[in-house]
C-alpha cells in the first residue's frame, strides 16, 4: 500500500518538474526585464522542450514570475492574481525591482518590495537579468515546486 | 464486436486518450520544428494532464463544482460515443442512421464549451463563448451540408455504408469541405478565433484551475482523434478485413492528417471573427454545396 502512494507522489512530483507553466506579471517595471523574459520564450531559448508554457490566465499557472518594484496601482491586482493561482505555486522575483525597489525605491509611488506582500521562492537579480539567469531561477523555482507536499493544505503549504 | 469493447478499448478510451495526447503532442512539436525549436518531449500532454488533475485548485461552490465536473465528463463520453460509431474496421456494424447520431455527439463539446464561457461569468469567457457560438454555426453549415451530400449519394445514413460506397466525386468534394471544417472544429491557426490566447485568454477556459482544466484538456485530445478518424474513415473506400490492420491504416492516417492541420496553423495568423465566418459562409458552403448539386446527378454515383 506505501508503496503504490510512493509511486503515486513520484508520479505527481514528476509531472509538476516536467509542466511547470508561467504566469508573468509586470508590477510597474521598465519593461526591460519583460524583453529579457520574453526572450526564453523565443527560439533560441526554446523553453518549452523543458515543458514550460506561458499562461495568460493566472488560474493555469504554476509559477508566477513577477518583475518591477511593486507600485500603489498594482498592488492589489499583484494580490488578487497570487490568490487565483492554485495551490501549489511558487514565486520568482525578476530584476533588481521586485526584491530591493532598485532605483525606484523610497519613490512615493511604489508601495513595494515585492515580499511586503506575497512570500517569494527565487530571487533572479539583475538590471535586467539574462535569459539565462531567468532559466536558471526558473529551473529552482521549478525544484521548490516539486519539493511541495503532494496533499497540502492550500496557500499553508507554502514553505 | 460489442459497443463496450468500442467505448472502452477501441476505438474508445482506451485508444483515443493515448492518441489524443500523441495527436497534442505532435501538434506542439511540429509547430516548434517549423519555428526551428526542438519542443517539447512526446510524454507532455500526459504530464500536462497528471500535473493539472493534481493541483488544488480554489474552492468553488458545490453547485458551480457540479457544473464545472458533469460538462467535461458529458463531452468527455459524448465525444467518446461519437468515435464507436466510425466503421474503421471491416467488422464493425453500424446501425441505421447513426451519421446523424455522429453529428448530434460531436456538437457536445462545443455546446459545453459555449455554457461554461457564460457560466464563467469572466468578460474573457464570455467572449469566447460568443465566438465559439458563431463559429460552431458557420462551421456546421457547410459540415453538415457535406455529410447530408456523402449520405445521399451513397443512398443510406450508415457511416460504413456512406464509407465503402460513396461515389468519388462527391466524395472528393465532400471530404474537401468537412476537412476545411476541421480546423475550426479543433480551434487550430488561422480559425482560433474563440481560443484565442493573446486576446481573450483561450476564452472559454480562462477561469478554469486545476482538474477543471485538466478535464477539458482531456476532451479536446479525444476530439482530435474523433475529428481526424471521421475524415479517415470516410475517406478510405475499403478496408482490408485484418482488424489490427484496419486500425493501424487507420491511426497512421489519423496522425497525417495532425501533420498537415498543424503545418496550415503554423504557416497562418489568426483570422477575425467576421473573417472566417464569412469564408465558411462562402466558401465552405459553396465546396459543401457543389458536393450536394453533384449527388443529385447521375455521373456523381
Known amino acids: 500500500m506505501d508503496a503504490k502512494i510512493s509511486l503515486f507522489i513520484r508520479l505527481v512530483q514528476s509531472a509538476r518538474g516536467r509542466s511547470p507553466w508561467l504566469f508573468h ?123 511541495r507536499p503532494v496533499k497540502g493544505k492550500g496557500d499553508e503549504s507554502h514553505v | 464486436m460489442s459497443s463496450w469493447f468500442a467505448l472502452l478499448i477501441f476505438p474508445g478510451f482506451l485508444y483515443a486518450v493515448p492518441m489524443g495526447w500523441l495527436m497534442l503532442w505532435l501538434e506542439r512539436k511540429i509547430l516548434a520544428r517549423l519555428q526551428s525549436r526542438i519542443g517539447p518531449p512526446f510524454y507532455q500532454p500526459f504530464f500536462d494532464f497528471v500535473k493539472l488533475m493534481s493541483k488544488e485548485p480554489i474552492p468553488r461552490a458545490k453547485g458551480e463544482d457540479v457544473f464545472y465536473l458533469l460538462t467535461p465528463l458529458l463531452a468527455l463520453g459524448a465525444t467518446l460515443g461519437s468515435m464507436t460509431l466510425l466503421p474503421i474496421l471491416a467488422s464493425s456494424s453500424s446501425a441505421v442512421g447513426d451519421l446523424v447520431l455522429f453529428i448530434a455527439l460531436i456538437e457536445i463539446s462545443p455546446i459545453g464549451l459555449v455554457l461554461l464561457g457564460f457560466f464563467s461569468r469572466s468578460i474573457f469567457g464570455q467572449v469566447g463563448a460568443i465566438r465559439e457560438a458563431t463559429l460552431t454555426i458557420a462551421t456546421n453549415l457547410p459540415f453538415i451540408t457535406a455529410l447530408i451530400a456523402l449520405g445521399y449519394a451513397s443512398g443510406s445514413l450508415r457511416l460504413s455504408e456512406i464509407a465503402l460506397n460513396a461515389p468519388s466525386v462527391v466524395r472528393a468534394f465532400a471530404l474537401l469541405a468537412l476537412l476545411f471544417c476541421l480546423p475550426i472544429k479543433l480551434r487550430l491557426n488561422p480559425f482560433s478565433v474563440a481560443n484565442a490566447e493573446q486576446e481573450i485568454y483561450q476564452g472559454a477556459l480562462t477561469e478554469l484551475d486545476g482538474w477543471r482544466l485538466g478535464l477539458w484538456e482531456l476532451v479536446h485530445a479525444v476530439e482530435w482523434v474523433a475529428l481526424s478518424g471521421l475524415i479517415v474513415t470516410l475517406a478510405l473506400p475499403w478496408r482490408s478485413g485484418v482488424a489490427f490492420l484496419d486500425a493501424l491504416i487507420f491511426a497512421l492516417l489519423s496522425l497525417a492528417l495532425v501533420v498537415i492541420l498543424t503545418v496550415v496553423a503554423g504557416a497562418t495568423a489568426r483570422l477575425k471573427l467576421l473573417q472566417a465566418s464569412r469564408l465558411y459562409w462562402r466558401w465552405g458552403f459553396g465546396l459543401a454545396l457543389l458536393a450536394l448539386v453533384v449527388s443529385l446527378f447521375p455521373f456523381g454515383g
Not at chain 1, 112 to 128: N, R
Open chain 1, 25 to 147: 506579471l509586470n508590477c510597474g517595471g521598465c519593461n526591460g526585464c519583460d524583453i529579457e523574459f520574453l526572450a526564453c520564450l523565443t527560439p533560441r531559448y526554446d523553453v518549452e522542450q523543458l515543458g514550460i508554457r506561458l499562461e495568460g490566465s493566472p488560474r493555469h499557472a504554476d509559477i508566477l514570475c513577477v518583475s518591477g518594484p511593486v507600485t500603489r496601482n498594482t498592488q492589489a491586482a499583484l494580490q488578487t492574481i497570487y490568490a487565483q493561482m492554485p495551490a501549489p505555486k511558487v514565486v520568482v522575483a525578476i530584476g533588481s525591482c521586485p526584491a530591493s525597489g532598485n532605483v525606484f525605491a523610497d519613490s512615493p509611488s511604489v508601495a513595494g518590495p515585492l515580499e511586503k506582500f506575497i512570500p517569494i521562492d527565487v530571487y533572479v537579480p539583475g538590471c535586467p537579468p539574462r535569459p539565462d539567469a531567468i532559466l536558471e531561477g526558473i529551473a529552482a523555482a521549478v525544484q521548490r515546486l516539486k519539493a
